[in-house]
T-cell receptor, first 112, second 113 residues
Framework: KAGVTQTPRYLIKTRGQQVTLSCSPI?????VSWYQQTPGQGLQFLFE???????NKGNFPGRFSGRQFSNSRSEMNVSTLELGDSALYLC???????????FGPGTRLTVL | AQSVSQHNHHVILSEAASLELGCNYS??????LFWYVQYPGQHLQLLLK??????LVKGIKGFEAEFIKSKFSFNLRKPSVQWSDTAEYFC???????????FGKGTKLSVKP
């Protein structure tokens, strides 16, 4: 089975721009979660989707949003980028909520 | 605040030394517990997990962890580390009512050959 894939792998943007990141879960997995990883804060939960519904949201501003499609693929969007949004954004999928999460390689976002 | 604590930020060991990485969490009730590893340049991989049953769980590459409910702990152990175990290790807790996975800050392990 193919693992979790994320596109693009690297992105460079400037402040004020917006960005959309994509995640394709493992086939059959219906739950997708997003995390932000930085050296200072570690792994912080952004949001979780199950069957196209957002189940949970972390403590991030409204500039961070996401969605899940009927095929379980998910996107996250960050609007009005700030320098502090530079991070590795990780997507993880699981069969169901609470089950083992399998992580993708991440998208490295650099905001200049 | 609800949290997951990993006691050591950076651990340096020589090959063949024994390893124990601490993990404590502050949630009551039912939890699912995980240890993940991130090797240099690679993505997060599951080492082992505990959902229920035998509190001593074995994972890949000779790692094991023990869930001690009374101490809210899930410490990771390996009897003899290898240079290839150099990586960052993350403890994570899923609390049912909260519905999302909370990670500790991670412990960097450096193994000297």
């Amino acid at each position: 089975k193919a693992g979790v894939t994320q596109t693009p792998r690297y992105l460079i943007k400037t402040r004020g721009q917006q960005v959309t990141l994509s995640c394709s879960p493992i086939s059959g997995h219906r739950s997708v979660s997003w995390y932000q990883q930085t050296p200072g804060q570690g792994l912080q939960f952004l949001f979780e989707y199950f069957s196209e519904t957002q189940r949970n949201k972390g403590n991030f501003p409204g500039r961070f949003s996401g969605r899940q499609f009927s095929n379980s693929r998910s996107e996250m969007n960050v609007s009005t980028l700030e320098l502090g949004d530079s991070a590795l954004y990780l997507c993880a999928s699981s069969l169901f909520v609470g089950d083992t999460q399998y992580f993708g390689p991440g998208t490295r976002l650099t905001v200049l | 605040a609800q949290s997951v604590s990993q006691h050591n930020h950076h651990v340096i060991l020589s090959e063949a030394a024994s390893l124990e990485l601490g993990c404590n969490y502050s949630y009551g009730g039912t939890v699912n517990l995980f240890w993940y590893v991130q090797y240099p340049g690679q993505h997060l991989q599951l080492l082992l997990k505990y959902f229920s049953g035998d509190p001593l769980v074995k994972g890949i590459k000779g790692f094991e962890a023990e869930f001690i409910k009374s101490k809210f702990s899930f410490n990771l152990r390996k009897p003899s580390v290898q240079w290839s175990d150099t990586a960052e290790y993350f403890c994570a807790v899923w609390r049912g009512s909260q519905g999302n996975l909370i990670f500790g800050k991670g412990t960097k392990l450096s193994v000297k050959p």
